[in-house]
């Protein structure tokens, strides 16, 4: 399954199950308790389910766990070949440095998982620059390139994910200016003392943006991690072909 694909999928089971919450659930039990608050000549309480029960609350929360599966997806997919990190890709031919040809076929051998990983295709780069170039220099201008080209790639695949993060207070904005409006389309009611229909409004529009500024500051916060991991994924890549490549491959040509 394509990384596209997995997304999509990923979407669509977000609608559905919060769509399914809401209807089986929340709507249904926030009017029975705006019910009985009207009953009782009461405003609406802040209850959980009169918070969540508007259609803003509801496209938040479905954005919140598609969010919740590009970050923690991206994670998981960095912290599973963590280990590669841990051993010698690149074992020492013999005593006067690495049989490059033998290590590349090794690494071009590797299970599909592990060798699309930016580890194991910086290694395969710099070693395919070195065996036409010979030079030591060229293969860390390799490295230089390959490691650019994966941060840039880590900025491209989180943008998915910053657009969410802008969207969602965006969608609590909507739900605000939803809400003001009908408050001020009840404000004959409230000077003829009926005040319900208004406060009701308004609390659309305070609820809206207050789940809203919630979940975006979660999501911003996973994000920063998810950044990090991809910062040091970016640093140990560097470290690991410089200490496993580059200083072996110099070392043989100083021999």
């Not at 040809?101 to 990983?117: I, V, W």
């Not at 395919?128 to 230089?144: F, G, K, M, P």
């Not at 009926?194 to 979940?215: K, R, W």
Request: proline residues 3%; charged residues 20%.
């Amino acid at each position: 399954m394509g990384p596209m694909l997995k997304n999509i999928l990923a979407l669509v089971v977000a609608i559905i199950a919060v769509h399914s919450l809401y209807i089986g659930y929340i709507r249904p039990e926030a009017e029975l308790v705006m019910e009985m608050a009207r009953a009782a000549g009461q405003s609406a309480p802040r209850d959980l389910v009169v918070v969540l029960k508007d259609y803003e609350q509801e496209a938040c929360l479905i954005l919140m766990l598609w969010g919740f599966f590009l970050i923690f997806d991206k994670c998981i997919e960095i912290l599973r070949h963590r280990y590669l990190f841990t051993i010698d890709l690149i074992e020492a031919g013999s005593e006067e440095g690495v049989d490059l040809p033998s290590a590349l076929k090794t690494l071009d051998g590797l299970p599909g998982k592990e060798r699309d990983t930016p580890l194991v295709r910086t290694l395969m780069a710099s070693m395919r620059r070195y065996l036409i170039t010979h030079n030591v220099q060229d293969t860390s201008d390799a490295i230089e390139s390959s490691v650019e080209a994966l941060s840039v790639k880590q900025e491209a695949e989180n943008s998915m994910i910053r657009y969410l993060i802008w969207a969602i207070p965006s969608i609590g904005f909507i739900g605000t200016v939803r809400g003001i409006g009908e408050a001020l389309s009840l404000a004959d009611q409230a000077l003829a003392g009926d005040i319900a229909g208004m406060t009701n409004s308004l609390g659309v529009a305070f609820n809206s943006t207050l789940v809203a500024l919630l979940i975006s500051i979660v999501l911003m916060f996973l994000l920063h991690q998810l950044q990090r991991l991809q910062d040091n994924q970016v640093v140990d890549t560097q470290e690991y072909c410089e200490s496993f490549l580059l200083n072996r491959i110099s070392n043989a040509g100083d021999t």
